[in-house]
């Protein structure tokens, strides 16, 4: 299964509201997680099946989608959130997205 | 706390052979499905194997399907990765990835180490 983000690079302001989209080659009903990485750090989980809050990830992210088309929003940008997203569908041979690196404009 | 530390990585030359560990500590180790996951320098994530709780469901990426072999030590509270025939494509950073699940139906990473080097080259 595929899964292709967009858009690939974003630049934004502090406060503004952010959509990236992660489109899948087939069907994942709501099987899809979103990460962030920052530059030299791992990976760290913010949203699961589509839509649900990892535990001390601020409320202002939020995941929607199922099928084949899914978003990630902030909803008000933070100096800390800017940073590479990447999308993963979770079947058991999981893939990811390409990344979305969001920059500050 | 949960702590993912990986080590095994270095400079190898093609062909040859290497073997990561991951230790693991702050939560029961053999409740959980365990995973590598690599990074080649500058570019995205790539899952490259992981196991069930008692070892009874394994998955590879084709990219390294017949070459590398996962495994854990649950008295140990370790994961590994063996890695033979080494080739240049697989230089990267390999994270250690704690599962949020028991099994490998459905993977979500939610912890991850820090990760280990490994580069490939002659």
């Known amino acids: 299964i595929q899964l292709t983000q967009s858009p690939s690079s974003l630049s934004a302001s502090v406060g503004d509201r952010v959509t990236i989209t992660c489109r899948a080659s087939q069907g994942i009903s709501s099987y899809l997680a979103w990460y962030q990485q920052k530059p030299g750090k791992a990976p760290k989980l913010l949203i699961y099946a589509a839509s649900t809050l990892q535990s001390g990830v601020p409320s202002r992210f939020s995941g929607s989608g199922s099928g084949t088309d899914f978003t990630l929003t902030i909803s008000s940008l933070q100096p800390e959130d800017f940073a590479t997203y990447y999308c993963?569908?979770?079947?058991?041979?999981?893939?990811f997205g390409q990344g979305t690196r969001l920059e500050i404009k | 706390e949960v702590q993912l530390v990986e080590s095994g990585g270095g400079l190898v030359q093609p062909g040859r052979s290497l073997r990561l560990s991951c230790a693991a500590s702050g939560f029961t180790f053999d409740d959980y499905a365990m995973h590598w996951v690599r990074q080649a320098p500058g570019k995205g994530l790539e899952w490259v194997s992981g196991i069930s709780w008692n070892s009874g469901s394994i998955g590879y990426a084709d990219s390294v399907k017949g070459r590398f072999t996962i495994s854990r030590d649950n008295a140990k509270n370790s994961l590994y990765l063996q890695m033979n025939s080494l080739r240049a494509e697989d230089t990267a950073l390999y994270y250690c990835?704690?599962?949020?699940?028991?099994?490998?139906?459905?993977?979500?990473?939610?912890?991850w180490g820090q990760g280990t080097l490994v580069t490939v080259s002659s």
């Open positions: 993963q569908q979770l079947n058991s041979y999981p893939t």
């Open positions: 990835a704690k599962d949020i699940a028991a099994d490998t139906a459905m993977v979500t990473f939610d912890y």
